[in-house]
């Protein structure tokens, strides 16, 4: 049974890292030393182990699709929307992407609109299956460019994928053969509502391939690979459907029970989950948040979760509306063999050298902590995607005017408190951080 419900827990902002990684595009190049950007030097894809799918675009009234399992390609409508299911078992011994149904090809033209490619959660790792953690996922447009027919967007080859959405999730039941499901058929195995299944979805102009390239230019259909990982993280909860109070399939807060939460004995019982004086979402998201604590929880909340971690089986949908782009070409590199060389430079701009060195604390630390003066910087060398602060610690008489930073990611949330700046740094991100400071007053 597949149950969708309506969006009713509070948007979240995507400021956490998948795996200590967030998706933005590739770093401006650095072209030489142990800095080198290869992602940004290459096509756009990384080196390293990664399952390929071809996303193909063809005339449904010319093209006949064969249904059989297998291969690398799922074939969509070259003009129009199509929609392309990922499933992940966890109990599979699948250490390779499969494509179950390759046709995406829409109703009238003998086919659903659906294809279905199945992601292994295991990789091998010196021939030893070890979970993949999650992937990054870099995609670019191929094969001849056309001119799009949709007049509202400009006249060159497009796709546009939208954020992949949870359907369905459940767990193993002790079977033998769970191994095998690429569905969730029998109810009783679902893991429960799932709440919010579109509460992340990003800018629109953010989530469209285009073809980047000059048609008359040379090396045309070269276009280059762009990270798309964020298409893939889930943001919302997975909940016990006893926690549906009214079985209506939306957890909201008719289903908070109502309780002296306040503690008065003298005003009446209401859903104030957290006694803030408003009946809200926000009392649904405290009370789910509870009930996620419990020690047998009825709730599981994944804030910027790699999408497939959230149960045993789970099956996403991805929408996709295609404008006369041809091939697109995807890659997902498994998080636990992939290394990027992401780096952050800090700089020290002064009015003048008078301000003298500088003293900056770097956290979690690479190697010793440093010190700058005006108009120097430092490079942390090549580091894993992660979260990262830097502190100016200033002297008397001086003050922070104003951080700068240049971040060839716009989608990246950076955070500056006081002195203190936090860096969320991706896989083969370079930020620059500048601290510029002035006199007291």
């Excluded at 195995?189 to 299944?197: Q, R, T």
């Excluded at 003298?356 to 120097?376: M, Q, V």
């Amino acid at each position: 049974m597949k149950r969708r419900i309506a969006i009713v827990v509070t948007v979240l902002t995507l400021v956490a890292l998948l795996v200590g990684a967030t998706a933005v595009m590739a770093a401006k190049p650095q072209n030489s030393g142990s800095g080198k950007d290869v992602i940004a030097l290459s096509n756009g894809f990384p080196s390293g182990q990664h399952f390929n799918l071809n996303i193909h675009g063809k005339d449904p009234e010319t093209f006949v699709c064969d249904p059989t399992p297998g291969g690398k390609s799922v074939f969509v409508a070259e003009y129009g929307a199509s929609t392309i299911q990922y499933v992940s078992n966890k109990k599979a011994s699948v250490y390779d992407l499969t494509v179950l149904d390759p046709c995406a090809m829409p109703e009238p033209y003998g086919g659903d609109g659906v294809a279905k490619v199945q992601l292994p959660y295991k990789v091998l790792v010196d021939d030893i299956p070890t979970p993949a953690g999650g992937y990054y996922v870099f995609a670019r447009i191929l094969a001849k460019p056309n001119n799009g027919k949709n007049p509202n967007i400009e006249p060159r080859s497009n796709i546009i994928l939208y954020p992949n959405t949870v359907v369905e999730a459940c767990n193993d039941p002790g079977d033998p053969d769970f191994g095998n499901y690429t569905a969730c058929s029998d109810s009783e195995l679902l893991l429960g509502l799932i709440v919010g299944e579109n509460i992340y979805v990003p800018d629109p102009a953010n989530q469209e391939l285009y073809r980047f390239e000059d048609p008359t230019a040379k090396g045309k259909g070269k276009s280059r690979a762009v990270d798309i990982t964020r298409l893939f993280i889930y943001t919302g909860w997975v909940v016990d459907a006893t926690l549906d109070a009214n079985d209506d399939e939306v957890i909201d807060i008719n289903d908070v029970p109502e309780d002296d939460y306040d503690g008065n004995p003298i005003t009446l019982d209401n859903r104030d989950y957290n006694n803030d004086g408003s009946i809200d979402e926000a009392d649904v998201e405290a009370w789910l948040t509870d009930m996620a604590a419990l020690a047998e929880p009825m709730a599981w909340y994944f804030s910027n979760e790699w999408i497939f971690n959230i149960a045993d089986l789970v099956i996403t949908e991805q929408g996709l509306v295609n404008d006369g782009t041809k091939l697109v070409q995807l890659r997902f590199y498994p998080v636990v063999t992939t290394t990027f060389g992401s780096h952050i430079i800090v700089e020290k701009q002064a009015p003048d050298d008078s301000l003298g060195t500088i003293a900056f604390w770097f956290d979690p630390s690479y190697g010793n902590n440093f010190s700058l003066r005006h108009d120097e910087s430092k490079d942390s060398g090549a580091l894993s995607a992660g979260t990262y602060t830097v502190t100016e610690i200033l002297p008397a008489g001086w003050e922070l005017d104003w951080i700068e930073f240049d971040d060839p990611d716009p989608s990246t949330t950076n955070t500056v408190i006081d002195e203190t700046v936090e860096i969320n740094l991706a896989p083969g991100e370079t930020v620059r951080v500048i601290f510029h400071n002035v006199l007291t007053p």
